[in-house]
């Protein structure tokens, strides 16, 4: 369960994931509540929340920046999924790209699919001003303050750099002194969207490096060759004490969090968050 | 991690080991020794690592003296399709000798490493459903 306001006993959230119990989740089998609390099922969908389209662009050919603007202020932390509502009814969920911002703005970034009947819609029917319905925020990856001095590695494919980046963004902003290393993987260069933005980060901020990866054909200077999964797991000797975050294709993402865990990172220090596509529907 | 100095008599082997932190330190290790084992992990191959983590977490608790609502049943039941993979006595040897290794990894003194590997002992028939 979920306390939507009181946070509950910390013994009630013993050996739960620490982004779980910061958000207030708990076992109802262990809880003796000590003060009122409003709780909802795990994944029950609370209330829906109106929003705007104020912004339209297109990061690479097929990666859409959507930003829209929302109207009942709520919590959320950058990397978490939002369900958006077409107004027939279709739901996709999307990770959060930026951090809470004072303007009550949230930024997608939607990869057109083939076949993908809301991301097919988003990029040619949307409209700037056109209205959504968008839920809370769910999920668990996303960053942390505390322990400032641990090493990060971030590795993720598409447009999993959407809740990547922002984790980035916040650790920083929050302080994080530790290095932070992102891989981000693409089969060919236009797929390593912002990858401006992301040098201009990696000088501005020294711990922070931002390793772009090509699997396919095309040799290019700049890029690493191969898998950013790979790339990311071949450099580190051990992994041990790092905390990782995954993105991006759900067997990819399954496969390294194993490989991850066998070099040594701590289980509760792995995040992952797999991005599983909807079959497309004829 | 270790025992202290001045362990009371009344204390239980769960306490002494260090209580659920210590179950959650060791699962850690232990899980990955079980993966990295080759005579043992093709059993491992295609379960949710989430899940199997919260089992391990459950035998863990038991074999440390912790608290536990161990019957058998489940155990026989979990382990049932492996048995038609061939799982037998040195598998669970296999698994033994990692918990071992685990503890003593942690620092456990070998006393309570002993009451540890005398409780998960004790699963070997159920495991093997014998």
């Not at chain 1, 790209?97 to 809470?100: D, F, G, H, L, T």
């Not at chain 1, 060919?188 to 912002?194: A, E, H, R, S, T």
């Not at chain 2, 100095?5 to 239980?12: R, S, V, Y």
């Given at each position: 369960m979920r306390s939507l306001d009181n946070a509950p006993p910390a013994s009630a959230q013993a050996g739960l994931k620490d982004t779980l119990q910061q958000q207030n989740y708990f076992p109802a089998c262990l809880c003796r509540p000590e003060q009122n609390m409003t709780v909802q099922m795990p994944n029950q969908q609370g209330i829906w929340i109106q929003a705007n389209v104020v912004k339209k662009q297109w990061l690479?050919?097929?990666i859409l920046r959507l930003v829209l603007e929302y109207e009942t202020k709520f919590n959320f932390f950058v990397g978490q999924l939002i369900n958006l509502k077409r107004p027939d009814g279709l739901i996709r969920s999307y990770s959060i790209?930026?951090?809470?911002h004072h303007e009550n703005i949230l930024e997608f970034h939607i990869r057109r699919l083939p076949d993908g009947q809301f991301s097919t819609w988003a990029h040619d029917e949307l409209e700037i001003g056109m209205e959504l319905t968008i839920s809370q925020a769910q999920g668990s990856c996303h960053y942390l303050p505390g322990r400032a001095e641990q090493p990060l590695l971030l590795a993720g494919t598409g447009s999993g750099l959407a809740p990547l980046w922002g984790i980035v963004t916040d650790a920083l902003v929050k302080g994080h002194s530790g290095p932070i290393h992102l891989f981000h993987g693409s089969r060919?260069?236009?797929?390593?969207?912002?990858r401006d933005e992301m040098r201009e980060m990696a000088m501005e901020f020294e711990n922070f490096r931002y390793t772009p990866c090509l699997s396919g054909d095309t040799a290019a200077a700049d890029y690493a060759r191969g898998r950013a999964y790979e790339v990311a797991l071949s450099s580190a000797q051990s992994l041990k004490g790092w905390r990782v975050y995954l993105c991006g294709h759900p067997e990819m993402v399954k496969q390294t969090r194993k490989m991850v865990y066998l070099k040594g990172a701590s289980m509760n220090d792995i995040y992952a968050d797999a991005f599983h596509v909807n079959p497309a529907e004829k | 991690m270790s025992a202290t100095?001045?362990?009371?008599?009344?204390?239980?082997l769960f306490d002494k080991i260090g209580g659920a932190p210590a179950v959650e330190a060791a699962v850690d290790i232990f899980y990955r020794k079980v993966l990295m084992d080759y005579r043992i992990n093709r059993f491992f191959e295609n379960t949710d690592m989430d899940t199997q983590r919260a089992k391990q977490k459950a035998f863990l608790t038991m074999a440390f003296g912790g608290p536990n609502n161990y019957t058998g049943t489940d155990m026989r039941n979990a382990h049932a399709r492996f048995i038609k993979m061939g799982l037998d006595d040195s598998h669970f040897d296999a698994v033994m000798e990692n918990l071992g290794a685990t503890l003593e990894e942690l620092d456990v003194p070998q006393e309570l490493i002993a009451e540890v590997a005398a409780i998960a002992e004790s699963t070997r028939n159920d495991v093997l459903n014998r």
């Open positions: 690479s050919p097929d790209a930026n951090i809470p060919d260069p236009d797929g390593l969207y912002l | 100095q001045d362990t009371t008599l009344n204390e239980t």
